[in-house]
């Protein structure tokens, strides 16, 4: 057995690392592919970048497990199957099951580390990812001035030049517009040439004006409604303005203000929160019962139950088929809009409670969703290892094509049911359970039922056994009949 074990596990080892880094790496690109716009030209240094991708990589190790256990299961016994590795082990009285063991324990070691990581490792990661994509996403674009354009990047400035040596710092024919008092362009600067340079630690951008004209705007506030006002004209030889470019900076947020999300979480803290909530929820229903409850005792009013200067009884009021007679005969509409402004308060009231309600509940689900999706994408690899398994056995196809076509849709058909059952539990149309379990539901009984077939030797893929039957039926339903003439 120690040598079956020392088979298996290296004909399995060596397919699932290698698929396993192309599925995360196929993961990771469509992740830049999505996110590219708001990275793209914003200046960003390599490391954040790197940082960025690191953390995405991380949070995506539970999605690209089970895919690699799928694919690299069916190459495996494939390959063993093509090479008659297995058709010997089955003829020294070995079954396909026993030769699964060595596996099944390894996988469940695997799926039992990948249930750790995504409870105490993930949450770190989506909370560093999450926090620097929302700062990468905030950040402006890189100072960038082109020719013959306006650029606005700089608050309060607007910049036109109309040609830049590439190879140097000179720039000319330069027009400065300020917009610091906020109130139009009080201020601008034309010159025929200049030099624009960067400080050293990119905080600040100097840029030095020659042969040009300042003009400024001289309001007078105490005077404001005169139709001109003054202005200061001043003709330089050199002159310097410098910029602030802090803003350009990546600026961290705060990384306690995402820590409340529910990828965001763990196990003990998922399930605080939904047991804050849940009671949270339960006070709300207490405060609004006690509340409408003056709303809904109409026998209390005195004027309602007032007859002739008499009163009865709230029960014999309310029994009584002519009760709308005992209101008092002078003016009956006020009661009448009395009663019509209560309910329509407490039609208000309701669907407020209702909405308050209907969010408590969705952030319930949210958090139930993310606590089953930790035990279910660890199990999700058991189940499609007992589907890979037997497949590659049964196709008898090793190496990369055959498989990967079989392994992608298998895995599709788990990934759609998946995201129907959460979709569907997350707009509370079935089962929290049931939502995030179907796809193991479903798809635990076909792999279970693959390896029985497959340790039978059962010709599973035989199409012309599926195939034979439908191709009678046809052939005997538009058959042709003896009088019926042919052209």
């Not at 995405?56 to 016994?77: D, E, G, R, W």
């Not at 020294?92 to 580390?113: D, K």
């Not at 362009?185 to 042969?211: C, F, H, N």
Request: proline content about 3%; aromatic content about 12%; hydrophobic content about 45%.
């Amino acid at each position: 057995m120690k040598k079956i074990f020392k088979l298996t596990v290296l004909s399995f080892i060596g397919p699932f690392i290698a698929t396993f880094f192309v599925v995360l790496f196929v993961i990771l690109i469509q992740f830049l592919w999505t996110y590219v716009d708001d990275m793209v030209g914003k200046g960003l240094e390599w490391y954040v970048i790197l940082k960025l991708l690191f953390f995405a990589s991380a949070s995506f190790v539970p999605t690209a497990l089970p895919l690699a256990i799928l694919l690299s299961s069916i190459m495996a016994f494939g390959n063993l199957a093509e090479s008659y590795e297995l058709v010997a082990l089955k003829s020294a009285g070995i079954s396909l099951a026993r030769i699964m063991v060595p596996l099944i324990t390894l996988i469940s070691l695997i799926a039992i580390g990948d249930f750790f990581f995504s409870n105490n490792l993930i949450p770190v990661a989506n909370l560093k990812f999450q926090s620097l994509l929302w700062d990468v996403r905030k950040q402006r674009p890189a100072l960038d001035i082109k020719e013959g354009v306006f650029y606005n990047g700089i608050d309060n400035y607007s910049i036109h030049i109309q040609k830049k040596d590439k190879k140097s710092q000179k720039i000319e024919g330069v027009t400065i517009y300020d917009h610091t008092s906020r109130q139009g362009d009080d201020v601008v600067m034309v010159a025929k040439s200049g030099e624009m340079t960067i400080s050293p630690d990119q905080r600040w951008l100097a840029i030095k004006l020659y042969d040009g004209t300042r003009y400024e705007e001289m309001r007078d506030k105490e005077n404001a409604h005169r139709n001109t006002d003054p202005a200061n004209r001043l003709t330089f030889k050199s002159y310097e303005i410098k910029f602030d470019l802090s803003e350009f900076k990546l600026n961290r947020t705060d990384e306690n203000l995402f820590k409340e999300n529910s990828v965001m979480l763990n196990l003990n803290q998922l399930q605080y929160y939904v047991d804050s909530l849940n009671i949270m929820k339960k006070k709300k229903l207490d405060v609004d019962v006690s509340f409408e409850k003056q709303y809904l005792l109409a026998t209390r009013d005195a004027s309602a139950i007032k007859q002739n200067n008499k009163h009865t009884k709230p029960s014999d009021s309310l029994l009584n088929k002519s009760f709308v007679y005992s209101l008092p005969t002078n003016d009956p509409k006020h009661f009448i809009v009395r009663a019509e402004n209560t309910a329509r308060a407490l039609k208000d009231m309701y669907n407020n409670y209702a909405e308050e309600l209907n969010n408590t509940d969705k952030e319930i689900r949210k958090y139930e969703i993310e606590w089953h999706r930790k035990f279910s994408l660890s199990f999700a690899c058991l189940t499609l290892f007992f589907i890979g398994a037997p497949l590659g056995a049964i196709i008898r196809k090793g190496g990369i094509g055959y498989p990967t076509v079989v392994a992608i849709f298998m895995f599709l058909i788990y990934y759609v049911i998946s995201i129907i059952g959460e979709r569907s539990a997350r707009e509370a149309a079935i089962g929290i359970f049931t939502g995030m379990w179907i796809s193991t539901l479903i798809l635990l009984p076909v792999g279970l039922y693959l390896t029985y077939r497959a340790n039978r030797d059962s010709v599973t893929f035989n199409y012309s056994k599926y195939f034979t039957g439908i191709i009678s039926f046809l052939r005997k339903r538009y058959k042709p009949k003896k009088n019926q003439s042919t052209v």
